[in-house]
């Protein structure tokens, strides 16, 4: 015996696809991002455009070699490694607020400092298209030639 259901019936059982409802789209307003105000005289840390050594980073380590001395404490105590000095390149390039992060004594820390105040102006940092004092870490390595001595033991 064969069963025949209208298809009138079958449009009238209740069907989660027939029935459902969508969601309402909820869209968000656009957001706007406030930056806290900024002290003009506060230095970045980081920048879009960073500042740069006129040559860039070949230059300044050339110029650094060019012009540090080995103190001779320090040649004569052996002492090797980074002197980490942190300065402010202002808004013309000068620098500023020199100071020793990390040092490692024999005078090696004064001569980084030396020479990190002597260097010429900087190409300055950027931040929104305005040139801005931007804070920059430069670790100074100061390492001994190695002398090779025969007939000496170890």
Same mark, same amino acid.
Do not use: W
């Given at each position: &015996?064969?069963? !025949? %259901?209208?298809?009138?019936?079958?449009?009238?059982?209740?069907?989660?696809?027939?029935?459902a409802q969508e969601e309402p789209v909820v869209v968000p307003a656009? &957001?706007?991002?406030?930056?806290?105000? !900024?002290?003009?005289?506060?230095?970045?840390? /980081?920048?879009?455009?960073?500042?740069?050594?006129?040559?860039?980073?070949?230059?300044?380590? $050339?110029? /650094?070699?060019?012009h540090i001395n080995y103190p001779q404490e320090a040649i004569d105590?052996? %002492?090797?490694?980074?002197?980490? %000095?942190?300065?402010?390149?202002? @808004?013309?390039?000068? /620098?500023? #607020?020199? $100071?020793?992060? @990390?040092?490692?004594?024999?005078?090696?820390?004064?001569?980084?400092?030396?020479?990190?105040?002597?260097?010429?102006?900087w190409k300055p940092g950027k931040q929104r298209g305005k040139l801005?004092?931007?804070?920059?870490?430069?670790? %100074?390595?100061? +390492?001994?030639?190695? #002398?090779? +001595?025969?007939?000496?033991? $170890?």
């Open positions: &015996m064969k069963l !025949h %259901i209208p298809i009138a019936f079958l449009s009238l059982c209740p069907s989660p696809t027939l029935f656009p &957001m706007t991002v406030q930056e806290p105000a !900024h002290d003009p005289d506060e230095a970045f840390t /980081i920048v879009e455009d960073m500042p740069e050594f006129p040559g860039g980073p070949e230059a300044m380590l $050339k110029y /650094i070699s060019s105590n052996g %002492i090797e490694g980074a002197v980490y %000095i942190s300065f402010v390149v202002e @808004r013309d390039g000068s /620098i500023g #607020e020199a $100071k020793v992060l @990390r040092g490692i004594g024999g005078g090696c820390s004064e001569e980084a400092l030396r020479v990190v105040n002597s260097m010429p102006n801005v004092r931007t804070r920059y870490n430069l670790p %100074i390595r100061f +390492k001994l030639a190695s #002398e090779k +001595k025969e007939d000496t033991p $170890k």
